[in-house]
């Protein structure tokens, strides 16, 4: 049996099958095997691992925890009950429309943060001027419609992760934002925040940054300082407000004390720290990275849920999912009829009614022509019955949006 345990429950004799915090990279340890020394069970609980999954079958029960499948059958139900309190704006500018100036856009943005990278790097100061200036530009497209440089965000490439990851990270703060109806200012800063928040890993050293295999616990500790460095870089950045450095110094900070770099906890961190660390981490999980295989938007929605007994606020959690819905633009998705197709675009009458371009009928197994379905359009009798996981289909999402 697969179930949930909190790390103060952890034995040496005990069998990981998850470390449930992907977010972290922790790719210095292995996320499964058997528990054989105490000093291990020390290094987990100093990770800042508040929860971990075990296998009884492989190694030693524990009288606490709660199974998987109970865990799944509660994050379910949460999910559905806040998916069901979603509203949306309408667009302003139809979504094919919108894609052509989101692509340029979208390319802009992510030669910018190369550029900002490579003079820090110098020495240089950062063209604020010119940061401005894609924020602004993002932040209207979002405005004109978020659907396109949503589904961008999708596309990955693992080479260009640090970039796209700001990017996105970035555009999803300015939805989530607007979503609370935040002011054009704010959500300009936020969008600035974003932007640079991972600028401080320019000062990590390359050896480290970039190491294929697994860090030890010295260069561990040298990767997390990359926040309190972009938290300076920007504080003595003139132009750059204290609300942006405050996105970029609290992204990985969490409620119970146990992120970095200051070690906040609860209202210690700030409304926008905390809704940044929640848009980070669902941006983290859902990509492809060295040392994690990015899970659907789906599910990554109920892992959020999940963290919030201990890492995020569960208020910011459930307006995020009310925000995204609970199948966001990129979500693989199967239909009643037994159509399968991708989310293109969140529909402002009911966001479980999205715009999906179907592709293939699972029941007959073959495809179908290419074409996009508005489930929310009267008179239609389909329905998204669940999400699909594009790995285990073998489907190139990349190549359907």
Known sequence: MIKRIPVTSLRVGMYISDLNTDWIPHYNYSRKGKIGSEAVIEKIRDLGVSELYIDTARGLDSPDGIPLEEIDRLNEAALQKVGAQTHYNRPRVELEIERHRAGDLHDEAKQLIDTVMGDVKLGRSIDVDSVNDVADNLLESVLRNHNALSSLGRIRHKDAYLMEHSVNLAV?????????????????????????HDIGKIKIPDDVLHKPGRLNDREFEIIKRHALFSEEILKTTP??????????????????????????????????????????????ITSDRVYHRGIPPTAAMKKLLEWTEHHLDRRLVETFIK?????????????????????????????????????????????VSLRLVDLSKPGNQDRIVHALDPIKEKVDINALM
């Open 172 to 196: 999803l703060m300015s939805v989530y934002g607007r979503y609370r109806q935040f002011e054009r200012t704010t959500l300009h800063d936020i969008m600035v925040g974003a932007l640079l």
């Open 239 to 284: 132009g750059i407000s204290p609300l942006t450095v405050c996105v970029a110094a609290q992204h990985h900070e969490k409620i119970d004390g146990s992120g970095y770099p200051h070690g906040l906890k609860g209202n210690e961190i700030s409304e926008y720290g905390k809704m940044t660390a929640i848009v980070d981490v669902y941006d983290a």
């Open 323 to 367: 925000c995204m819905g609970i199948y966001p633009v990129g979500s693989l998705v199967e239909l009643e009829s037994g159509l399968m197709g991708v989310v293109v675009e969140i529909n402002e009458h009911s966001q479980l009614a999205p715009t999906v371009r179907l592709f293939y009928n699972r029941k007959l197994r073959q495809p």
